[in-house]
């Protein structure tokens, strides 16, 4: 008995397609991940680039009671993003790349509760451009944990109970 309801014709095409998607998924990815983290942490080395970097730097100093600026926090959090950046496009140092990913989010939500007059025009169902610009990262953490899923070897597999056609 087939598992889909599609067409008998379709069903070849629909297991290549689905098989496909089970090889190519997890790598893209990955470098979609990578690219975002590269390129959003490459921003915060240049002054004004990166619209996230007033409260990123707000929410750093806030967190750390005031102990560091934007002058130290800004260059740190480029480098921490760009190093995850780096990490998922080559693919290298994985379980060390992800937890600084997992760091990072942890950090990057924390405006949510810090700032909710700024990430909320209406608390807590209209979120303003900046609290968009967070809540988005739910996506990025469930890339992550995907990816992070297949760091001992593991795969997607396009069959129900592991059976390949």
Known sequence: MRASHLPERLEPIDVRITAALAR???PVLRIGL????LWFG??????????????AARTIELLTGGAVGPSVSLPVLATWESLIGIGLLAGRFMRATLLLLGLQM?????PLVLFPAETFSSFPLVPTLEGQY??????LIG???VV?????????DPEPGG???
């Open 24 to 26: 190519w998924g997890v």
């Open 34 to 37: 990578g690219i975002v983290f």
């Open 42 to 55: 490459a921003l915060k080395f240049f002054p004004g680039a990166s619209p996230a970097e007033t409260l």
């Open 106 to 110: 942890l950090g990057t939500l924390t």
């Open 134 to 139: 967070i809540i988005k990262n739910i996506v």
């Open 143 to 145: 890339a992550a944990m």
């Open 148 to 156: 992070g899923a297949t760091v001992r070897g593991g795969q997607l």
């Open 163 to 165: 059976t390949r056609a």
